[in-house]
C-alpha cells in the first residue's frame, strides 16, 4: 500500500502566519492527493483535491501544490479558525490510504 | 447539500458483529461510491472500503476477511459490518461519499459514531 508520511507533525504559529505543511508519498502518485482540515470532536473536512484543485467553499488562503512524490498544503494567513489537523489522502491506489496528520496549533 | 448520519451501538462486545447504518438525505445514493472510514488515536484514518449503489464493492486487505457492506436504494443508506471484533477494532467510524469514482477524494462525511469494544 502507498504510505503517506506527513511532516511536521505539529506547527505552531501565531495568527496572521504563514502555513507551510508537507506530505511525502512512497511511491508516485501522480497528482492525485487530497488535503482535508479536522477540527476536534468534527468529521475531516475536503480542502484541496487532486493536488491543487479548491473544494467548493474553501477560501483562497488555502492551496495546494505538488506532484509524484511530494505535496505541500499552504495557509497563506493563519485565521483563527484555521488550527486544526491537517491530513492528506491519495486517491491513485489500493487501498485508499491517509497520511498521519499535521496539527496546527496557536502559539 | 447531501447530508450523512451513521448509527449504531456504542458499545460492541469482542468477538461480536460490528453493525452500522449510514442514511444519506439531501441527495441519491445512486451514482456514487459510499466508503466507511474509522479513525483511532493509534492508526490514524483508516479506509474500511467502499460500496458502489448497484452493490459492487472493494474492501481494505487488511480487514477484507470480515468487513461486509450493503446498500438499500430505497432507504438511501449503506451499512457496514465488521465481524469478530477486538478492542483494536474501537474507533469513530464514519461514512463518506466518494465525489469522483471509485479511486476517489470524500467530499461529504457523516459526523463519525464511537464504537467501543468492550466486555
Known amino acids: 500500500e502507498i504510505v503517506l508520511t506527513q511532516s511536521p507533525a505539529t506547527l505552531s504559529l501565531s495568527p496572521g502566519e504563514r502555513a507551510t505543511l508537507s506530505c511525502r508519498a512512497s511511491?508516485?502518485?501522480?497528482?492525485?492527493l487530497a488535503w482535508y482540515q479536522q477540527r476536534p470532536g468534527r468529521a475531516p473536512r475536503l480542502l484541496i483535491y487532486d493536488s491543487s484543485n479548491r473544494a467548493t467553499g474553501i477560501p483562497a488562503r488555502f492551496s495546494g501544490s505538488g506532484s509524484g512524490t511530494g505535496f505541500t498544503l499552504t495557509i497563506s494567513s493563519l485565521e483563527a479558525e484555521d488550527f486544526a489537523v491537517y491530513y492528506c489522502?491519495?486517491?491513485?491506489?489500493?487501498?485508499?490510504?491517509f497520511g498521519g496528520g499535521t496539527k496546527v496549533e496557536m502559539k | 447539500q447531501v447530508q450523512l448520519q451513521e448509527s449504531g451501538p456504542g458499545l460492541v462486545k469482542p468477538s461480536e458483529t460490528l453493525s452500522l447504518t449510514c442514511v444519506v438525505s439531501g441527495g441519491f445514493i445512486s451514482g456514487f461510491y459510499w466508503s466507511w472510514i474509522r479513525q483511532t488515536p493509534g492508526k490514524g484514518l483508516e479506509w474500511i472500503g467502499h460500496i458502489y449503489y448497484r452493490g459492487d464493492t472493494n474492501y481494505n486487505p487488511s480487514l477484507k476477511s470480515r468487513v461486509s457492506m450493503s446498500v438499500d436504494t430505497s432507504k438511501n443508506q449503506v451499512s457496514l459490518k465488521l465481524k469478530y471484533v477486538t478492542a483494536e477494532d474501537t474507533a469513530v467510524y464514519y461514512c463518506?461519499?466518494?465525489?469522483?469514482?471509485?479511486?476517489?477524494?470524500?467530499?461529504?462525511w457523516g459526523q463519525g459514531t464511537l464504537v467501543t469494544v468492550s466486555s
Open positions: 463518506a461519499r466518494g465525489a469522483s469514482g471509485s479511486l476517489s477524494w470524500f467530499d461529504s
Open positions: 511511491q508516485s502518485i501522480n497528482r492525485y
Open positions: 489522502q491519495q486517491r491513485t491506489d489500493w487501498p485508499l490510504t
